[in-house]
Structures are given as structure tokens and as C-alpha cells.
């Protein structure tokens, strides 16, 4: 299940973990834990800051997932190689 949030993530765009949670049919709760792990794992990294979800402007809407407190996470080069070799 972790290695299709990366390819989720990795198309591309900004997605929010209620609509992953849905296209993976999985709890939003348990989505953030997964995103969690990732992140330990070296997978997504928290970007600083918080979105203000005007994605046309962001530098970042090409790989984000944004969480319901509006954090950032991004696909780490890591994350990136990962999901493209899957």
C-alpha cells in the first residue's frame, strides 16, 4: 500500500489524504499514519511552512500531498526513484 501513495504522488499534482484515502479505500486516519512512515523511511519529506492550497502558484503542486492542518509533503529523491522503478 505504501508504494502506491508514491505513484499516487509521483503523477504528478497536488492531492489532499481525503482523496487518496478514497482512491485507496483506506481511512484517512490510517493514510497519515502510512505518510508517517513514509516520511521515517526517507520516502516524503514535511516541507516547511503551510499550504495555502493556491496550487497554480506553488512550486511544489507537482508532488504534494496535503494533509487536513494544510502540511506539505513532497517526494524526496528517494521517493521519486522508488515509485518510477515500481
Known sequence: ?????????SKGG??????IARELDI????LLQMVEDL???GYLKLLEGKC????????FANSCVIDSYNKIWALTEKGLKFAEKS
Open 14 to 19: 497536488s492531492y489532499n489524504l481525503r482523496d
Open 52 to 59: 495555502s492550497t493556491e496550487c497554480e502558484k506553488c512550486p
Open 39 to 41: 516520511k521515517r523511511g
Open 1 to 9: 500500500m505504501l508504494k502506491e501513495i508514491l505513484k499516487i504522488v
Open 27 to 30: 481511512s484517512k486516519e490510517l
